[in-house]
T-cell receptor, first 109, second 119 residues
Framework: DAKTTQPTSMDCAEGRAANLPCNHSTISGNEYVYWYRQIHSQGPQYIIH???NNETNEMASLIITEDRKSSTLILPHATLRDTAVYYCIATPGNTPLVFGKGTRLSVIA | GAVVSQHPSWVICKSGTSVKIECRSL??????MFWYRQFPKQSLMLMAT?????????EQGVEKDKFLINHASLTLSTLTVTSAHPEDSSFYIC???????????????FGPGTRLTVL
């Protein structure tokens, strides 16, 4: 799996968009970008994934740069319940997910 | 859909005893199941990969005789921590995977975790 780099922590005001960056400059052509989050003392929760096109679902949007070397996860209207550690993982999708340190997002009222 | 359960959610045991943790995929058949361990303030670490009916593949540094994995069916995997010691206290998380509808990649779904405390 390609190495990913994320900021250690971020703050976001409640109701505002949270933009979480991820750098994956060594990503291979067959590797997807996955985002998971882990709320304290729970198992990781799938958010979204993409290969090269931007993706959107009911939880978030994923913007992948044209060269695929970086991506941004967007939570359009952050709530207190979105406070969690967010993990960006680059993987071909047929191997177990390997987690880095992630970004600790704190949503502030 | 795609729900994974774990039982128990937490367990406290005495040093030297064995503890079994169950992982079930409730509404799908999992091609593969994975076991992770997470220490406080750290990320998840993959312990082993298991496929139904075959021996588990353990990551480097994980003792296969201490962490016994049985994958009895496409919906059930168990992790037994044998002769548990305080240093085995951790948050154990399982996940189950299935192929996407197009078969291009695996979708991996996680259980809620089991907190093990060894006294």
């Amino acid at each position: 799996d390609a190495k990913t780099t994320q900021p250690t922590s971020m703050d976001c005001a409640e109701g505002r968009a949270a933009n979480l960056p991820c750098n994956h400059s060594t990503i291979s052509g067959n590797e997807y970008v996955y985002w998971y989050r882990q709320i304290h003392s729970q198992g990781p929760q799938y958010i979204i994934h993409g290969l090269k096109n931007n993706e959107t679902n009911e939880m978030a949007s994923l913007i992948i740069t044209e060269d695929r070397k970086s991506s941004t996860l967007i939570l359009p209207h952050a709530t207190l319940r979105d406070t969690a550690v967010y993990y960006c993982i680059a993987t071909p999708g047929n191997t177990p997910l390997v987690f880095g340190k992630g970004t600790r997002l704190s949503v502030i009222a | 859909g795609a729900v994974v359960s774990q039982h128990p959610s937490w367990v406290i045991c005495k040093s030297g005893t064995s503890v079994k943790i169950e992982c079930r995929s409730l509404d799908f058949q999992a091609t593969t199941m994975f076991w992770y361990r997470q220490f406080p303030k750290q990320s998840l670490m993959l312990m082993a990969t298991s496929n139904e009916g075959s021996k588990a593949t353990y990551e480097q540094g994980v003792e296969k005789d201490k962490f016994l994995i049985n994958h009895a069916s496409l919906t059930l995997s168990t992790l037994t921590v044998t002769s548990a010691h305080p240093e085995d206290s951790s948050f154990y998380i399982c996940s189950a995977s299935r192929f996407s509808s197009g078969g291009l990649y695996n979708e991996q779904f996680f259980g809620p975790g089991t907190r093990l405390t060894v006294l």
